[in-house]
């Protein structure tokens, strides 16, 4: 991962699933651990912080996982990879402020930067990338300050925690290859009302946003929201929204 972050930008697709990997790796492994360690030590009832069975919701993450072991092709609905995958630059940032994490559990997501380099993994089988494939207005690949990284960052785990649906696949696997194949989607909650069309995300709301940016940007919450007009303001540039 060292020489994508010294060099600052993704270009290729194998510098994506280099990077999906690794993000899965560490999505998986925050949790993972968490399955062993009580919430509460001095209540043991209260039981794990993490539930074993949590981790079966990140088969996808296994199938970009075991993409490191041996060559896999991905047939997808939406893309390239199953999962959407987000980069911007970071030229400017602090000395001190070289890296910066954050992620959803509930949404399956997590954002990295490093130096530069500021990258964002969605574990939803593409449905991110389906509806936007340049994320947030459009500034996937853009030139962002701190700030605006993780304000992209907050509206991507906020749409992740909405999503609604979630993939069938078929995998297969030889001596040479894994093939993983998405088959179809399946919606939770059926279909949009008056239509035959899959709900893939619940309703996006701006007061839900409003914390979510408070607490990804690290600001008050007051700053971001505007009671009038009951809508988030943004850090983001102009031209992009």
């Not at 979630?166 to 998405?182: G, K, M, P, R, S």
Request: aromatic residues 12%; hydrophobic residues 35%; contains cysteine.
């Amino acid at each position: 991962m060292q020489p994508l972050f010294r060099c600052g930008h993704v270009n290729r697709n194998e510098d994506r699933l280099s990077l999906a990997r690794w993000l899965s790796k560490i999505l998986i492994g925050i949790l993972f651990k968490e399955t062993s360690l009580l919430f509460d030590r001095s209540r043991p009832d209260r039981g794990l912080i993490v539930d074993p069975r949590f981790i079966d919701g990140l088969r996808q993450c296994h199938f970009v996982l075991q993409s490191a072991r041996k060559p896999t092709s991905f047939n997808c609905l939406h893309g390239e990879f199953p999962f959407s995958f987000y980069s911007y630059r970071i030229p400017d940032y602090g000395k001190d402020r070289g890296f910066d994490l954050s992620t959803n559990v509930a949404g399956q997501s997590i954002a990295i930067r490093v130096g530069q380099l500021g990258v964002i993994f969605i574990n939803d089988g593409g449905f991110q990338m389906h509806v936007g494939s340049k994320g947030p207005f459009g500034l996937a690949g853009a030139e962002l300050s701190e700030l605006q990284f993780r304000e992209v960052a907050a509206r991507v785990h906020y749409k992740a925690a909405l999503r609604d649906a979630t993939h069938f696949y078929l995998t297969a696997e030889n001596e040479q290859q894994i093939q993983v194949e998405q088959l179809h989607v399946r919606s939770f909650s059926g279909c949009l009302p008056g239509s035959d069309e899959l709900r893939i995300f619940r309703d996006w709301d701006e007061i839900g946003l409003s914390y979510a940016m408070s607490a990804y940007m690290r600001v008050d919450r007051s700053t971001i929201f505007d009671e009038e007009t009951r809508s988030c303001r943004s850090t983001l540039p102009l031209q992009s929204r």
